[in-house]
């Protein structure tokens, strides 16, 4: 994205009365792209790790670990890819509008992205953690207590840690609207 080029074609466009530059919304979706790309570098790591150790270790025949890797697997999977159509999406937007136009398309976007974290990311959670779930008695069995227990610990830890992270996120995409629809 060049954003000398969107600097200036926004600063023709600049209405002095709005209080919303087009330095600040240039610097705001930047922001917010980097976390995505952020949230997607996370997701994309744990996939990976994931689908190796599945092959390596996991596929030799079909049971609920295996069931239980795939719904963690199949969540993330989802979530990057849902990730990956908004930031798409919304940098297309960015290049072929005019000011004005693209301001009522964040407001727009936003919306949709409260749906998303709302009912898409809650139930992606409530599929990784099931997931999480049905490999607990495998991991019990074929570990001693101390690493189960770290296993358990750690990825209760792990997991409010992405849950925290992600609050944060909405929060500031709220916040982000918020700011859009009083101006």
């Given amino acids: 994205m060049e954003n000398d080029n969107l600097d200036k074609l926004w600063e023709v466009q600049a209405d002095n009365s709005s209080n919303i530059t087009p330095q600040n919304i240039i610097a705001k979706a930047k922001k917010q792209r980097n976390g ?30 295996n069931l239980g890797l795939v719904l963690m697997i199949g969540s993330l999977i989802f979530r990057v890819v849902l990730e990956f159509f908004s930031l798409y999406r919304k940098e297309k937007q960015l290049i072929s509008m005019p000011q004005k136009s693209y301001y009522i398309y964040l407001k727009k976007y936003y919306k949709t992205r409260l749906l998303v974290n709302y009912i898409v990311t809650p139930i992606c959670i409530a599929v990784y953690i099931f997931g999480f779930y049905l490999l607990l008695p495998y991991f019990k069995q074929k570990f001693s207590s101390a690493f189960y227990n770290y296993i358990l610990i750690s990825g209760i830890f792990s997991l409010t840690v992405v849950i ?5 996120y909405v929060i500031k995409e709220q916040q982000f609207l918020k700011q859009l629809q009083t101006k």
């Avoid at 925290?164 to 944060?168: D, R």
């Fill in 36 to 65: 995505q790309y952020i949230n997607i570098t996370v997701m994309s790591l744990t996939v990976i790790v994931l689908i190796t150790y599945a092959f390596y270790y996991a596929f030799y025949q079909w049971n609920t670990f």
């Fill in 164 to 168: 925290i992270i992600i609050v944060k």
